[in-house]
T-cell receptor, first 108, second 116 residues
């Protein structure tokens, strides 16, 4: 069993939809939870970062961490075609692990 | 401010050939690393460096070699290319280790390597 599990998708939604991306993990030592966005043929770039449990909002993006369930989510409101990318979760504690990524496509 | 620059972008190698992927950063970061990204496997750490003259192995180091003679540069050498090394390679840098912290990792744009 992988320490971090992420559904690869693809997830295809219409413009304006609310998108929910998720990761589960098994390592209780993870304290820092990140979401990276990766456009096609590009390197990942940090989108959101959360420490421990709770929510964090940045514009149309909300990151949510539930340490009791070992579950993290990224919500995208009013999704745009420019949000089409692969979203990688990443977790850090005693080690740094990246999820395999979920490919999101937002169509006009 | 270019960030992390990798070259080449694309490369085809024959089995047994050697090559070097170049990486440079202009953010004065101490911590640099190399990852490979494969379908269904995520980003896996190959080698990393915590400063000039200091390198260490990551999760998948076999078949690769690194050196860090300056803060800016961190080349990755494939010693004798194998088809299993066909992958996308990302160089990355951060102010300090992202392990045990939420430090932002800055990635290069990637190098697509095919070994035939």
């Amino acid at each position: 069993q992988k320490e971090v599990e992420q559904d690869p998708g693809p997830l295809s939604v219409p413009e304006g939809a609310i998108v929910s991306l998720n990761c589960t993990y098994s390592n209780s030592a993870f304290q820092y939870f990140m979401w990276y966005r990766q456009y096609s043929r590009k390197g990942p770039e940090l989108l959101m970062y959360t420490y421990s449990s709770g929510n964090k909002e940045d514009g149309r993006f909300t990151a949510q961490v539930d340490k009791s369930s070992k579950y993290i989510s990224l919500f995208i409101r009013d999704s745009q075609p420019s949000d089409s990318a692969t979203y990688l979760c990443a977790m850090s504690g005693d080690k740094l692990i990246f999820g395999t990524g979920t490919r999101l496509q937002v169509f006009p | 401010n270019a960030g992390v620059t990798q070259t080449p972008k694309f490369q085809v190698l024959k089995t047994g050939q050697s090559m070097t992927l170049q990486c440079a950063q202009d953010m004065n970061h101490e911590y640099m690393s190399w990852y490979r990204q494969d379908p269904g496997m995520g980003l896996r750490l190959i080698h990393y460096s915590v400063g000039a003259g200091i390198t260490d192995q990551g999760e998948v180091p076999n078949g690769y070699n690194v050196s860090r003679s300056t803060t800016e540069d961190f080349p990755l050498r494939l010693l004798s290319a194998a088809p299993s090394q066909t992958s996308v390679y990302f160089c990355a840098s951060s102010y300090s280790s992202a392990r045990g912290s939420g430090n932002t990792i800055y990635f290069g744009e990637g190098s697509w390597l095919t070994v035939v």
